[in-house]
């Protein structure tokens, strides 16, 4: 039996569909943001895209931050939040509702 440590336990998107609200989805990333300054920077986002086991979390996380990444800081912040979502939603099986 796999025994859940603290990553599988608070960092992993259940299998299957990842069916959640906006609110669940800012709540989710804001665990990738390990200084905890509110904002998710490209190796946050790996992290979060590696969680979701999807492949080739590193490009994916690049794309992300040029999708999502609106004044162009190099930061994901909670006005980029709306563009990161539409970017899960369409690169990486998630389902949002607002
Ligand atoms: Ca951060
Ligand atoms: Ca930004």
Known sequence: ?????????HKCVPAGKREMTMAEFKEWIRRFDEDKDGRINKD????????TGAWFPSWKAKLGVKAADMNRDG???DSD?????????????????P
């Not at 039996?1 to 336990?9: D, E, F, G, P, Q």
């Open 1 to 9: 039996m796999a025994i859940m440590n603290y990553h599988t336990v």
């Open 44 to 51: 946050d986002l790996r992290e979060a895209i590696r969680a």
């Open 75 to 77: 930061f994901i912040d």
């Open 81 to 97: 939040i709306t563009a990161l979502a539409e970017f899960a939603q369409k690169n990486l099986g998630f389902r949002i509702m």
